[in-house]
């Protein structure tokens, strides 16, 4: 099953008497632990894209699925909730809390998650097959790391795994601009998430700060994290295995990328953050495997 599965996705902005397509008809499909890079023209539709799958947006017509959900049955917190515990977003701006510690910007997506328990309705899948797919949802009020100690334990553990174990009480402005990214990156990975959205995550870096960010989002999905990038630089794309194409709101080239090691232009650089990522990504418990 598809991690991502988008029909036919149309988002149509109106703004006065003019209407935009931002999106024109966008299918695709991307499977569990892939690493895709998404490019286009500026205005090409890539970041109403990533909105759509990231659950910050519903498209106009068309159907999204994410691990097997359809987005647009989901409730308002039902979307909130997989969206909290199914995605970790990255941005260009790093968009960290001025000043808060690099710790607790890690730690502050943990206040809001939420387990989602989800039990099959026995009753009704008895009766008739229609019914049997019937789920009840539930939102469970329980917090996963529920005192502020386990919180701020476990963003500890995802700065340590970005290489910034030695940076934990800085504040954003004492961290150079490549760290400052690598804070948003462990505050993307703080709930477990299956899938890292990335829009323009080295549009703010010099070009060896971007390699380091793109070696460390490498690694991670070497580590099984499904990673998308939406970037405008070629060289930041070749990190990708897959590279989709946008242009004026449609996929107009969607190609598997030569491995790295084959293109010796373009050979990832060995950076620190790289070899300072030590523990694996999904090493520790799924959500509810041992809260609940
Ligand atoms: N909230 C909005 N209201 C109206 N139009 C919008 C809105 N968001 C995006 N658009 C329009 O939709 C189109 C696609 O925008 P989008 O931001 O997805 O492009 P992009 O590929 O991410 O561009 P860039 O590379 O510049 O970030 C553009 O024409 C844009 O002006
Ligand atoms: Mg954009």
């Given at each position: 099953?598809?991690?991502?599965?988008?029909?036919?996705?149309?988002?149509?902005?109106?703004?006065?008497?003019?209407?935009?397509n931002?999106?024109?008809?966008?299918?695709?499909?991307i499977?569990?632990?892939?690493?895709?890079?998404?490019?286009?023209?500026?205005?090409?539709?890539?970041?109403?894209?990533?909105?759509?799958?990231?659950?910050?947006d519903?498209?106009t017509?068309?159907?999204?699925?994410?691990?097997?959900?359809?987005v647009?049955?989901l409730?308002?917190?039902?979307?909130?909730d997989l969206?909290?515990?199914?995605?970790?977003?990255?941005?260009?701006?790093?968009?960290?809390?001025?000043r808060?510690?690099?710790l607790?910007?890690?730690?502050?997506?943990?206040?809001?998650?939420?387990?989602l328990?989800?039990?099959?309705?026995t009753?009704a899948s008895?009766?008739?097959?229609?019914?049997?797919?019937?789920?009840?949802?539930?939102l469970?009020?329980k917090?996963?790391?529920?005192?502020?100690d386990?919180?701020?334990?476990?963003?500890?553990?995802?700065?340590e795994?970005?290489?910034l174990?030695?940076?934990?009480?800085?504040?954003?402005?004492q961290?150079s601009?490549?760290?400052?990214?690598r804070v948003?990156?462990?505050?993307?990975?703080v709930?477990?998430?299956?899938?890292?959205?990335a829009?323009e995550?080295?549009g703010a870096?010099?070009?060896?700060?971007?390699?380091?960010?793109?070696?460390?989002?490498?690694?991670?999905?070497?580590?099984?994290?499904?990673?998308?990038?939406?970037?405008?630089?070629?060289?930041?794309?070749?990190?990708?295995r897959?590279?989709?194409?946008?242009?004026?709101?449609?996929?107009?080239s969607?190609?598997?990328n030569?491995?790295?090691?084959?293109r010796?232009?373009?050979?990832?650089?060995?950076?620190?953050?790289?070899?300072?990522?030590?523990?694996?990504?999904?090493s520790?418990?799924?959500?509810?495997?041992?809260?609940?």
């Amino acid at each position: 099953m598809a991690l991502i599965d988008t029909r036919e996705l149309i988002k149509t902005y109106g703004v006065g008497e003019q209407v935009v397509n931002a999106l024109n008809g966008v299918s695709i499909s991307i499977d569990d632990g892939e690493f895709v890079a998404i490019v286009g023209a500026s205005g090409s539709g890539k970041s109403t894209f990533m909105n759509m799958i990231g659950c910050l947006d519903l498209p106009t017509s068309g159907t999204y699925h994410l691990a097997g959900e359809n987005v647009a049955e989901l409730t308002a917190d039902e979307l909130a909730d997989l969206r909290n515990r199914r995605i970790g977003f990255v941005f260009q701006q790093f968009n960290l809390l001025a000043r808060t510690s690099a710790l607790e910007n890690v730690a502050m997506p943990l206040l809001y998650t939420r387990e989602l328990e989800v039990s099959k309705d026995t009753q009704a899948s008895a009766q008739t097959t229609t019914q049997a797919s019937t789920q009840t949802k539930r939102l469970k009020t329980k917090k996963r790391y529920a005192t502020k100690d386990e919180r701020l334990a476990h963003a500890k553990m995802r700065l340590e795994q970005v290489g910034l174990g030695e940076r934990l009480y800085n504040t954003p402005a004492q961290l150079s601009g490549g760290q400052q990214q690598r804070v948003a990156i462990a505050r993307a990975l703080v709930n477990d998430p299956d899938l890292i959205l990335a829009d323009e995550p080295t549009g703010a870096l010099d070009s060896k700060t971007s390699a380091e960010v793109m070696a460390l989002l490498t690694e991670l999905n070497h580590q099984g994290m499904t990673v998308i990038v939406v970037t405008h630089e070629a060289d930041v794309a070749a990190y990708a295995r897959r590279t989709i194409t946008f242009k004026d709101g449609q996929v107009i080239s969607d190609q598997i990328n030569p491995p790295m090691n084959s293109r010796s232009a373009k050979e990832p650089i060995h950076s620190g953050a790289q070899s300072e990522v030590k523990s694996e990504v999904k090493s520790e418990a799924q959500p509810g495997a041992q809260h609940d």
